[in-house]
């Protein structure tokens, strides 16, 4: 799998200076009380039953916030032996295989039934790669939860694959090592709902939950020729597991990296400028991702780019969208120069732009 010409530090410990964000005193406050507690928790290490505890109010009657009763089973199983962990600090990485790929859609989840396969499941077949997705239809807007749940990612657990709080397969395992790596993130829905700009509360917690499910519910299937670039052989991997405990109106999220996802956070990523993304459309945020994790001087035939992103309606229409795009992204300074050239009859058109 080509690599980010971008890259040059790893996520585990990288990040941009524009995405850095001073923390609150609550937020230290919290981790120095979990701290505290945890060091008591040492001399009798006691295992938890579950990663998000039950509660039957907003407030555990023990008198810790949800967070900090998820962050405390977390050490619990740690201090088990479970596992190890490693603290992250993400900036705007993301898979550059998903960057590449038409799973998410600039398209409503209603008008992709017309492609789905008899199985339910949905074909792609680009120049980066090949194969299907399995599960509910994806758009945009999950694909904004998933990015935005990327850069919530706090830390690296290392262990038996059977040992992780929500278990993994052992396929994706280094040769030669038995433990395997997963990302994972201890959150409240509402901190979601902020990483991705959109107001909290009431239905939009809801859809974004329901997000949440279906990037959980959704599985890759790589064909040989695609894997052999990847992970060595024909398989179906999820992107993440998660496990929640809602109460009023928001929801304990606690969500894993699987480790083949865990493994391109670390090696195989394209940076993602977040906030220019947000002020895109859905199409224009398909194009500006796909864009992203290519050369800084690139071409590409606009029939190729529009089947890439999978765009569902007429050309003429993708046409304009594309144009409207580039001008935002000259705009705000992303693009230096862009051209389209040909007839788009006899000759095909074609794309070329020089990012900064």
Known sequence: MPRDSSKNRSPVNASSDADIVPASADTILLVERVAKIAARRRAT??????????????????HLSPIEN??????????????????????????TFLTRVPIFLPARRSNQRALLEDDNSMRFNTSWGAGKKHGPPLTVYDEDTLMAIGRLRSKRLAGRPHNMPLPVTDLFKVPGHDDVNVHIVQCLLTDLQ???????????????LESVKRLAATTIELDT????????????????????????DNAVLYIQFTPIMA??????????????????????????????????????????????IQYLRDYKKFMLDLKTTLRDLEREGWIRKWEITGTGRRIPHKLSIARL
Request: charged content about 30%; overall charge positive.
């Open 194 to 208: 902020h990483e991705c700009g959109t107001e909290r509360g009431g239905n939009n917690n809801k859809l974004r």
């Open 45 to 62: 290490p006691k295992l938890p039953e579950e990663i998000v505890p039950v509660q039957e109010s907003s407030r555990p009657r023990n």
């Open 225 to 248: 020729k695609t894997a052999d670039k990847i992970v060595s052989r024909g398989t179906t991997f999820k992107l993440l597991d998660v496990a929640w405990q809602e109460y009023v």
């Open 70 to 95: 998820a962050q405390l089973a977390l050490f619990d199983l740690e201090n088990s032996g479970r596992f190890s962990t490693h603290p992250i600090r993400p900036s705007t990485e993301h898979p």
């Open 263 to 308: 493994s391109w956070y670390e090696r195989e990523y394209t940076y993602i400028d977040w906030n220019l993304r947000r002020k895109l459309t859905d199409t224009g945020k398909a194009i500006h991702r796909f864009l992203a994790s290519q050369p800084k001087t690139y071409e590409i035939r606009c029939e190729l780019l529009m089947s890439t």
